[in-house]
């Protein structure tokens, strides 16, 4: 949903908008930080995604449930303390019941605070709409944002490390398959996203022209 001014108009419609008529990567090219820093294996990417849709979600539903007793002129500061308390109750957790992960991920789960998907959402909706549509908003837009990366992810640890979830690959681990030791590397991480926005783009392109 566009716009702080324009209302909900059903569950279905959020989650599709999130998902893809409003991804916030291949539309905007937002929040790609985590692109570079874990997307070179797919558990990984699948912890922190988790995390940002979490962060999004309930952070976005408890800035609607906020809105009217926020004054405007400490919004903002608001739904980053808002925010940061998801993140960092992540990030303890993580830190607790799964320590080797989170030395892996690092500093990541924590910059999630500053990423721009999750303040956008705050801002273009869940200021402007109810508890409900604002955490289906958040969920969605997190989940389209973790799709992405998904694919950014297994793309990279399949052609370049030639496994998958840690386990071989039957094809890119063996003889036949020269792995593409650069796609591990930072620089593939955007040489990779650029290919999936590219196909996504040209993929919306299609649909507009055997719509019209």
């Given at each position: 949903?566009n716009?702080?001014?324009q209302a909900?108009?059903?569950?279905?419609?959020?989650?599709?908008r999130g998902?893809w008529?409003?991804?916030?990567?291949?539309?905007?090219?937002?929040?790609?930080?985590?692109?570079?820093?874990v997307?070179?294996?797919?558990?990984n990417t699948m912890?922190?995604c988790?995390?940002l849709?979490?962060?999004?979600?309930l952070?976005s539903?408890?800035i609607?449930?906020m809105?009217r007793?926020?004054?405007r002129?400490?919004r903002m500061?608001?739904?980053?303390?808002?925010?940061a308390?998801?993140?960092?109750l992540?990030d303890r957790?993580l830190?607790?019941?799964w320590?080797d992960m989170?030395?892996?991920?690092g500093?990541y789960?924590?910059l999630i605070?500053t990423n721009?998907?999750i303040m956008?959402?705050a801002?273009?909706?869940?200021?402007a709409?109810r508890?409900?549509p604002?955490?289906?908003d958040g969920?969605a837009n997190g989940?389209?944002?973790s799709f992405?990366l998904?694919?950014?992810?297994?793309t990279?640890?399949?052609m370049?490390?030639?496994?998958?979830?840690g386990?071989?690959?039957?094809?890119?681990s063996?003889?036949m398959?020269?792995?593409?030791?650069l796609?591990v590397m930072p620089?593939?991480a955007?040489?990779?996203l650029?290919?999936?926005i590219?196909?996504?783009r040209?993929?919306?392109?299609?649909?507009?022209?055997e719509?019209?």
């Open positions: 949903m716009g702080s001014g909900a108009t059903g569950s279905g419609a959020l989650m599709l998902l008529y409003d991804n916030a990567i291949v539309r905007q090219v937002l929040g790609i930080c985590s692109t570079l820093a997307t070179n294996r797919v558990l912890v922190m988790a995390a849709v979490a962060a999004t979600g952070s539903w408890t609607s449930v809105r007793a926020t004054p002129s400490i500061m608001v739904e980053t303390l808002i925010i308390f998801y993140v960092i992540f957790f830190r607790a019941y320590p989170s030395r892996q991920l500093p789960v924590g605070i721009c998907i956008g959402r801002e273009a909706f869940a200021n709409n508890p409900l604002s955490l289906v969920v989940l389209g944002y992405v998904l694919i950014v992810a297994t990279r640890e399949a370049g490390i030639g496994t998958f979830l386990m071989p690959l039957p094809f890119f063996g003889a398959w020269d792995r593409w030791i796609l620089p593939g955007f040489f990779t650029a290919l999936v590219w196909a996504f040209s993929i919306g392109m299609m649909q507009r022209e719509g019209s």
